[in-house]
């Protein structure tokens, strides 16, 4: 580059030379933020909103929803996260859907009807059907659907799941019913059998809260019911592409600082990231959390996986009953979700690959390469009818996205110990009355699921409710201010001028350099070269609020800026000697 260009440059583009440029960060202020705009976030910020609080939800990324996605695939509506929804004991999202679109949207499914029913392939594609066919008189079928027992929930350790089936029922991964464990429990906890913890698996599985049956929706996305009942009322309130990078309490008050490097302020801050993001550590908490939940959320599991979506020219399985195929490849099980979808084409599998079977489509070197083995393992099924009938598909491989990182959490060993608090409810934990969780892997008898995210979300907005003793009062003031000027040299005199709202009655600054005042609009002096944060409490016989701006003041050091330019002019100067030379 030429360099008197570069001189130019450097002088006269704002911000280039330190001591020129303001030192001032974008901020916001709110009563509560929230870090995460899923389930359990938006349903919090829907329940605070309701309550009076001002709230704001920040998203890593340019959607909401986070793991419940609709999309559509030809004329078939399918999901690229949560599907299932849970019948209505000890679930409310069930009636309030209901109430909104009425009964007749909800198709149980799972056999739940003469016309669904479930093949299994077993020993290279020999097929059976679950209700109407021969599976029951397969004893390794059989000892599969009585593999569940309660009372390993009281093991005194809890050994891997994989090691049980070895040494309890000599079943290996050479097994010829494998793939039938590594479907159910394995798939359906989100992992391999060779992750999940045998007591805690059962521990977690006797709690389970909701019955009532699983339905499929008929006329709507998942996310576009959760919309309408909730979500649309705190639109508004979402702010996109900011992820959250730090989570500080350690100063006048907390903050969540995003990539963009805005610092949004708030009185309470709840966090609803995932489990593999936490395990990442992605977020650096200010100080660390306490020793137990880091325990917690890294004894947790958090699945790899993929829902591979495939679309065919004909339907070359039986559509009068199929729903659900456990294949014995890393496809995992396949359903058709057109059966609850009337007056769509019945064209299209959704496979669900899981744990192993997950890792091993992810090591493939390219979709195409996926599709094929997903085709593979459905031809050996079909008869080889899956390949030449293949469309278009699509994939959603939740373990390659940076702020999922994973499926949903599930019981890996020591989940649930014998005695105490499992490390869900450690997790759920508040630290420090200001910084709150929640998330589907905080829900103890229900993780995994809408309803257990949404509900972790509803008890989490009641714990800062009573932390923050309700909502500000209508009168109670809002801090603001503004300074005379945000940079010079030293001294530098500041006059800070009250802007706050409802009229307060006591002032109590902070200019960040151990300097204070209980003046309406001080004035301070900065005698100590540095960047400040200032901070203002306004009160009133309403209530109190602080207003802190990060960075506000720059007082460089002496000649800062013009040792600067002098050295840029004596490397031009170097420079030119050495041309000349």
């Known amino acids: 580059m030429n360099l008197a260009f570069l001189l130019l440059t450097l002088l006269l583009v704002p911000g280039l030379i330190p001591c020129l440029a303001s030192a001032v960060e974008p901020s916001t202020d709110h009563d509560v933020v929230i870090v995460g705009a899923g389930a359990a976030g938006l349903y919090a910020a829907y329940e605070l909103d309701n309550l009076g609080f001002d709230v704001l939800v920040l998203e890593a990324t340019n959607r909401h929803g986070g793991r419940v996605y609709p999309s559509t695939l030809g004329t078939v509506g399918i999901e690229r996260g949560a599907e299932e929804v849970y019948g209505p004991m000890n679930n409310f999202v069930y009636g309030d859907i209901v109430d909104l679109l009425g009964s007749s949207a909800l198709t149980p499914i799972f056999r739940a009807s003469s016309t669904q029913d479930d093949l299994i392939s077993m020993d290279g594609g020999s097929t059976c059907w679950v209700s109407t ?10 000892d599969w659907w009585n593999f569940w027992d309660p009372s390993h929930a009281s093991d005194p350790t809890d050994e891997l799941m ?28 989100g992992t391999s059998v060779t992750r999940l913890g045998l007591r805690s698996y059962h521990r977690e599985g006797n709690l389970w809260p909701f019955s009532g049956g699983v339905y499929g929706l008929q006329f709507t996305g998942y996310l576009d019911a959760l919309n309408s009942l909730y979500f649309n009322q705190v639109a ?26 805005v610092y949004h302020y708030a009185d309470a801050i709840l966090v609803t990231v995932s489990v593999g993001v936490l395990q990442a550590e992605i977020i650096d908490f200010v100080p660390d959390l306490p020793a137990a939940k880091v325990t917690a959320y890294n004894t947790l599991g958090m699945g790899n996986g993929m829902k591979i979506f495939l679309r065919f020219s004909s339907t070359f399985w039986d559509s009068s009953k199929l729903f659900y195929v456990i294949t014995e490849g890393p496809a995992g099980g396949c359903w058709t979700p057109a059966k609850y979808q009337p007056g769509t084409t019945n064209d299209v599998f959704t496979c669900y690959s899981m744990g192993l079977d997950a890792e091993f489509m992810s090591a493939l070197p390219d979709d195409a390469a996926r599709f094929a083995q997903a085709l593979s393992d459905l031809d050996l099924v079909f008869g080889g009818q899956a390949t030449p009938n293949f469309v ?47 998330g589907e892997a905080t829900h103890n008898s229900a993780p995994a699921t809408v309803p257990g995210a949404i509900q972790t979300g509803e008890r989490a907005a009641g714990e800062i409710d009573v932390a923050m003793d309700g909502p500000p009062l209508p009168n109670a003031p809002s801090a603001d201010f503004s300074p005379s000027t945000t940079s010079g040299p030293v001294p530098l005199d500041v006059v800070f001028t009250d802007a706050s709202s409802q009229t307060p009655t006591l002032w109590n600054w902070d200019f960040g350099d151990t300097g204070s005042s209980a003046n309406q609009n001080p004035t301070h002096q900065y005698t100590v070269p540095g960047i400040y944060t200032v901070s203002l409490t306004a009160t009133n016989s309403d209530g109190s609020h602080t207003r802190v701006k990060p960075h506000l003041i720059d007082v460089p050091e002496p000649g800062g800026g013009m040792q600067f330019v002098a050295g840029i002019f004596g490397l031009a100067a170097l420079y030119t000697r050495r041309r000349r030379r």
């Open 236 to 261: 508004s309130r979402i702010a996109y592409n900011s992820p959250v990078t730090v989570v500080d309490t350690s100063g006048i008050k907390p903050v969540a600082i995003d990539a963009n490097g």
């Open 162 to 189: 994989s090691d049980h089936l070895e040494t309890g029922h000599d079943i290996g991964s050479s097994h010829r019913a494998w793939h039938l464990y590594e479907a159910s429990p394995g798939a359906l906890y």
């Open 133 to 142: 066919g021969s599976c029951g008189s397969d004893p390794d079928i059989v």
């Open 392 to 438: 278009e598909g699509s994939i959603q491989d939740w373990s390659t996205e940076p702020y999922v990182r994973g499926t949903y959490s599930y019981p890996a060993p020591g989940s649930y110990p014998n005695g105490g608090n499992s490390m869900r409810q450690v997790l759920a934990q508040p630290v420090g009355g200001d910084v709150f969780f929640a």
